[in-house]
């Protein structure tokens, strides 16, 4: 089982919709969270970081659930701009040296 | 400006035959390192390095070596290429684990 998980879509949505995507982890002792965007072809860019608390960032809301082990990307009003693929990432307690990234979920926003 | 640059960004060889893909930031970070991406298997870490001469095993380092002489420079070395080594190739560099800026990515294709 990979350690960090996603559903690799590809997601189609209208421009304005709202699309959520979840990740889930299998270690429970993870650290810190993240999402990155990476776009085609393109090297990942770190996107925001997600706090236990929930953070949100201009349309885009980050949520932690640590009981359940995932972690979840919400875009409001969906822009062209935002298809991209969006990893999740997690950084397992003690492992002073690695980010873990899942495989990716695909958005194509349509016009 | 401040950036990760790779070289080559493409490159295609033949089976044996050794190559370096040169990395380097002007961030003065003192944590670098190299991922590959695969379809459907992410970013996985081959090799990482916290500071000048302190390098460390990722992931997947098996047929890769790497050396950090200078705190800017990362070099990642393919002694004797092989098939399963095509894939696309990403240096990174940080302060800190958790937010990595990432190179444009080097596309290698080993025939």
């Known amino acids: 089982r990979k350690e960090v998980e996603q559903d690799p879509g590809p997601f189609n949505v209208p421009e304005g919709a709202t699309v959520a995507f979840n990740c889930t982890y299998s270690?429970?002792?993870?650290?810190?969270f993240f999402w990155y965007r990476q776009d085609c072809r393109k090297e990942p860019k770190l996107l925001m970081s997600v706090y236990s608390s929930g953070n949100e960032d201009g349309r885009f809301t980050a949520q932690l659930n640590r009981a359940s082990q995932y972690i979840s990307l919400l875009i409001r009003d969906s822009k062209l701009s935002d298809s991209a693929t969006y990893l999740c990432v997690v950084r397992f307690r003690g492992s002073a040296r690695q980010l873990t990234f899942g495989s990716g979920t695909q958005l194509t926003v349509l016009p | 400006e401040a950036q990760v640059t790779q070289n080559p960004r493409y490159l295609i060889t033949v089976t044996g035959k050794k190559l370096t893909v040169t990395c380097s930031q002007n961030?003065?970070?003192?944590?670098m390192s190299w991922y590959r991406q695969d379809p459907g298997l992410g970013l996985r870490q081959i090799y990482y390095?916290?500071?000048?001469?302190?390098?460390d095993k990722g992931d997947v380092p098996e047929g890769y070596k790497v050396s950090r002489k200078e705190k800017r420079n990362f070099p990642l070395i393919l002694e004797s290429p092989s098939p399963n080594q095509t894939s696309l190739y990403f240096c990174?560099?940080?302060?800190?684990?958790?937010?990595?800026?990432f190179g444009p990515g080097t596309r290698l294709t080993v025939l």
């Open positions: 270690n429970s002792a993870s650290q810190s």
């Open positions: 990174a560099s940080s302060f800190s684990v958790n937010e990595q800026f």
């Open positions: 961030m003065n970070h003192e944590y």
């Open positions: 390095s916290m500071n000048v001469e302190v390098t």
